[in-house]
């Protein structure tokens, strides 16, 4: 009895432990090795940025200013230089402004003579970009979206036109005038949202804050520019 039992451990041993073993190992992979070596929190993600670079084409419009209309046409250049840090190497953007009917109804009716604005006709800045969150959201059985959360800050010049508003009496015709024109500092900040799609392609949205130092009233001020943005981006190399 005892050599039966002694075989049947015996044969447990040479078998099934092996055999357990076997069935327990996780494969071992190359993304395994990066993302040690980079002290990844989260594992197995899908899309990684360092050392590539991001091509954005953005539309936008700064919602809260009631005397301009400023919607926004533009591009950026970015290059990942890790996975959670970057430099976005150019953010331009053309400009398109309008006076709302806010602004001459205003002047119109209170017969204002001198009501001075600044209307943007262009921005360009550099920034620094941070990616401190990832990860990804499961929609309806397999569907998986990617998406990273990006904070940026940097600076920049800002094409502006100093415009002067003015009616001669009450409810009578606006004038306007152009009292300064030329290039004007600025820093900007914000932060956004990207969904990736597929193995080149992002959408993406973001706030950021124009702050224009520009001279108005005959003195220097700065001025708030809030603007929100969707757009796409493409990365070359693609992931993979």
């Known amino acids: 009895m005892k050599k039966h039992l002694l075989l049947a451990l015996g044969l447990f041993v040479i078998w099934v432990l092996p055999a357990s073993q076997t069935f327990g190992a996780v494969e071992h992979t190359a993304q395994d090795d990066y993302e040690k070596s980079i002290e990844a929190v989260v594992r197995h993600k899908h ?88 990860g990804k959201i499961r929609f309806f059985g397999r569907q998986v979206l990617y998406y990273d959360i990006y904070l940026v800050l940097g600076g920049g010049m800002a094409h502006t036109e100093v415009l002067q508003l003015s009616a001669s009496g009450t409810n009578q015709p606006v004038t306007q005038s152009i009292l300064k024109s030329g290039f004007d500092p600025m820093f900007d900040f914000g932060f956004g949202f990207k969904v990736f799609t597929n193995d080149a392609m992002s959408v993406l949205i973001d706030m950021r804050d124009y702050v224009i130092d520009s001279k108005i009233y005959g003195g220097n001020s700065l001025k708030s520019n809030f603007s929100v943005y969707v757009g796409l981006s493409f990365f070359l190399p693609f992931f993979g």
């Open 47 to 134: 899309f990684y940025k360092a050392g590539k670079f991001e091509l954005g084409v953005v539309a936008g419009v700064m919602p809260y200013d009631s005397l301009i209309n400023h919607y926004m046409a533009g591009g950026r250049l970015t290059w990942h230089l890790a996975d959670h840090f970057g430099w976005e190497i150019a953010d331009l953007q053309k400009t398109f402004p309008s006076l709302t009917s806010f602004s001459t109804d205003l002047v119109s009716s209170k017969g204002i003579s001198n009501l001075q604005t600044v209307r943007i006709g262009a921005l360009a800045s550099t920034n620094f970009i941070i990616s401190p969150l990832y």
